[in-house]
């Protein structure tokens, strides 16, 4: 499988067991608030959240594509994504190359970020709980990782405003995941419909006018 995170994540418990860790607000806070590092990185973020870092690096990597980028963003951000999504669909634990796991950015940076993100976080947190887990655990696990590689792909591929649905669907994964929320994973399962469906109207849009534009040209 490789070396988790470029050797930067390591078993957090005995027996192989990863610790649990708390709500993605509190550990975005309490990294925000050590002052002792110069810089975060994923990898750091990862061992914070324990066993249920899944949800929290893909929510991570999803959140910049719900709003508009530029060209090339959703390919940076797709990317780790599909890594993530491939492993929870094999039921694998998570881990991304050096290259990934290594990317950070400056404590007073992060801190700055974190302060705007936390309180939103916070929020969406409280309205989520367990419930409906049997859409959480293994087998129901391993769809979600299938829907959301096949999200990550989208997210990768240069569509106008194709990252914006996709996106939103990843997010609601990933907030069901965190929160052991199966009403969370519903609601994502009922945007991946949507984000299917738009995508695939805008691509059979595209593909038609470029054989319009193709026949007006040679005949």
């Known amino acids: 499988m490789g070396e988790m995170l470029g050797d930067e994540a390591d078993l957090a418990a005995d027996g192989g067991e990863r610790k649990r860790g708390g709500r993605l607000s509190e550990i ?40 508009p980028s530029p060209p090339g963003t959703s390919a940076l951000t797709g990317a780790p994504l599909v890594f993530l999504s491939a492993q929870l669909m094999l039921g ?37 709980r367990p419930r409906l887990g049997f859409l959480i655990y293994p087998p129901a696990e391993y769809l979600t990782g299938f829907l959301c590689l096949i999200l990550s792909i989208i997210l990768i591929l240069p569509i106008p405003l194709g990252n914006i649905l996709p996106a939103i669907a990843i997010c609601l994964f990933s907030f069901g995941i965190l929160e052991r929320d199966g009403l969370c994973v519903l609601l ?21 006018g470029v054989i319009l534009l193709l026949t007006t040209m040679l005949f």
């Open 28 to 67: 975005l806070a309490s990294l925000a608030e050590d002052t002792s590092r110069e810089r975060v990185s994923v990898a750091d973020i990862f061992q914070a959240m324990g066993d249920r870092a899944f949800g929290a690096l893909i929510l991570i990597f999803a959140l910049p594509n719900i709003i």
């Open 92 to 128: 694998q634990s998570p881990w991304l190359p050096k290259l990934i796991a290594n990317r950070s950015v400056a404590q007073s940076d992060f801190s700055a970020i974190a302060s705007r993100v936390s309180p939103w976080l916070a929020r969406g947190e409280r309205m989520l």
């Open 188 to 208: 994502g399962m009922v945007m991946f419909a949507v984000s299917v469906t738009v995508v695939a109207g805008v691509l059979f849009a595209l593909i038609k």
